[in-house]
């Protein structure tokens, strides 16, 4: 995550670029740095710094680092034939690249020459088959393409190899939900917070997918994923908040429920007076509104 200082320092830069006045190399170290999403910026200004010659025989080594960033930043823009430069110029130096070559996969993508770039994965992979970023290719293609199922396969295959990548887990979780294959993202879910418990963003996603999937065991374990997440957020998870409060209205409506639900009512009217204090602070014209909402669910819960 970007800072607000690296946010600001990076807002300057760029309005120092797009004036006319900024240290474009500089500019373009920072994206890299902060791992951020500025792909009209930096081919524009990228290929202005490359196509210099001047100004560019001062980068050094940075030179080849621009050129793979430029390249990338120009297929966002979908501008193929000064990415396709950029990668040309990266391949003359070096030839045997494995990286390179990722980037040729990528512009056959961007082309929307799937079997192009299928075909150079697979030979790639023939010969590296632990190569990670080659693996997450094949899946961004199979959901570029609006291929869930591959997607999810390639996945899970990827997953055998690189089982500690949490990325992929929740990516896969994201896929299986969009699915609705509901018990198979909930499998993902318990790994992701087996392997980082303290991770309140987890147990949020888990207690939202229970909720989902409904039933009264799931509403009663959602509670408690939402509870761990307000806990570890130190009572500010607003998505947790009012997780509580539906579970606790959920667990109301259904049958076979005990007829003693009070941890229930005390659960919702604590996570109801933090989400009223919330709006108080924050946005207090809204204030009556979530109270109306949040006294209903009480006496529902009630009654």
């Known amino acids: 995550m970007v800072g607000a200082t690296e946010e600001m320092e990076l807002q300057k830069l760029e309005r120092d670029v797009e004036g006319g006045g900024g240290d474009v190399a ?17 081919a524009r200004h990228g290929l202005a710094l490359l196509n210099n010659s001047s100004a560019r025989s001062k980068l050094g080594a940075d030179v080849w680092t621009i050129y793979e960033q430029v390249a990338i930043a120009a297929m966002d823009c979908h501008a193929l034939e000064a990415a396709k430069e950029c990668i040309g110029a990266l391949r003359t130096k070096f030839p045997e690249s494995m990286r390179v ?41 199979a959901k570029a393409q609006g291929n869930l199922i591959g997607a999810v396969e390639a996945t899970n295959k990827y997953l055998e190899t690189f089982m500690a990548d949490h ?28 392997s980082q418990p303290t991770n309140a963003l987890y147990h949020l996603g888990y207690a939202e997918l229970l909720y989902t999937m409904g039933g009264l065991d799931n509403l009663r374990a959602a509670r408690k994923y939402y509870a761990a997440a307000i ?13 509580i409060c539906m579970c606790g209205t959920a667990i109301t409506q259904t049958k076979g429920r005990g007829r003693d639900e009070k941890d229930s009512v005390d659960l919702l009217s604590l996570a109801g007076s933090v989400i009223v204090k919330q709006y108080k602070e924050k ?21």
């Not at 198979?184 to 879910?189: D, E, G, T, Y």
Request: aromatic letters at 10%; glycine letters at 4%.
């Open 26 to 42: 500089q500019y373009l170290a920072l994206v890299r740095k902060l791992r951020v999403r500025r792909s009209s910026t930096v």
């Open 101 to 141: 070559a990722r980037l040729e996969g990528m512009w056959w993508e961007a082309k929307g020459a799937w079997q192009q770039a299928e075909s150079l994965y697979s030979d790639l992979l023939a010969d590296n088959p632990s190569d990670s970023a080659l693996h997450k290719r094949r899946i961004a293609m």
């Open 167 to 194: 990325d992929a887990w929740r990516e896969l979780a994201d896929m299986y939900i969009l699915l609705q294959m509901y018990k198979q993202a909930a499998f993902c879910f318990e790994e992701l917070i087996l």
């Open 231 to 243: 806990e570890m957020s130190g009572g500010q998870n607003m998505r947790a908040l009012f997780g």
């Open 283 to 303: 946005c207090p014209n809204k204030v009556d509104l979530i109270t109306s909402i949040l006294d209903k669910q009480l006496v529902a819960n009630i009654a």
